[in-house]
């Protein structure tokens, strides 16, 4: 079966999140319902993070198995009718070997959050960015971002909910700016905790208005409670902007390796 790699940007405004869920629509259901229209195919659609409820996309990457070997430029036009009128679309899709996956192959992800920073309410950025009226020091959110990079014991900026097996994660980078009346936020990790990136961007945002200095910001990465943590952003304003992956040859030495993993166990409950 050929596997084909597909990068989706959508807006999250309509959606329970990514991954399929039985009490509302998904970005993940949107796609195979468009596979199925197109090819007659029930197949599952596995994504490179769950992006969660009212979150967009502009760069998100999600993996498909179709039976029929089809031209890749065939299958992203076919799924791009085949999806409408949900505001989802494929902006590329391409073949891929057979170890690929669009999680587990990923070796770093890349978010977005924006802040409209304005005393006026918005029109047409509603649902798509973090209204602050107050003024914020987008230098002073930068200074204090670098804070969060490396290797740290994140509990405080995570959801309490949240699945992961270790609070532990490693940030690569942290950069804040202003754009005009737009601040903006951007960081990248291989991977990242639930409500990692807003409980950030809410917590800078207090820096931004001269609420807490980047010691503030240190203390409550330091204290490991939630309760630490500040305000958390709103989902509008949060963007999955990139996925990096590694190369073909390692994918295809983890495929291998897997593949004869399985075979030894399957070797050893049949001895």
Known sequence: ???????????????????????GPSVQAALERAIKGFTGEAVAVGGAGRTDTGVHA???????????????????KAMNFHIQPDPVVLLDCEKMHEGFDARFSAIRRSYRYRIFNRGAQLTFEKGLAWHVKADLDAEAMHIAAQEFIGHHDFTTFRHTKCQAKSPEKTL????????????????????????????????????GEGKWTPQDVRDALAARDRKA?????????????????????????NHLAKQAEKALKAAQEQG
């Not at 500040?230 to 994918?251: E, F, I, N, Q």
Request: proline share 5%.
């Open 58 to 76: 502009t760069g998100q990457v999600g993996h498909a198995d179709l039976e029929k070997d089809w031209p890749a430029e065939t299958v992203m």
């Open 229 to 253: 943590c500040g305000p958390v952003a709103p989902a509008d304003g949060l963007y999955l902007t990139a996925v990096d992956y590694r190369s073909k040859a390692k994918d295809t030495e």
């Open 1 to 23: 079966m050929p596997r084909y790699k597909f990068t989706v940007e959508y807006d999250g405004r309509p959606y329970c999140g990514w991954q399929r869920q039985s009490n």
């Open 172 to 207: 690569e980078s942290f950069s804040v700016r202003r754009e005009g009346q737009v601040v903006i936020a951007e960081c990248s990790s291989r991977s990242f905790l639930h409500n990692q990136v807003r409980s950030m961007v809410g917590s800078l945002k207090l820096v």
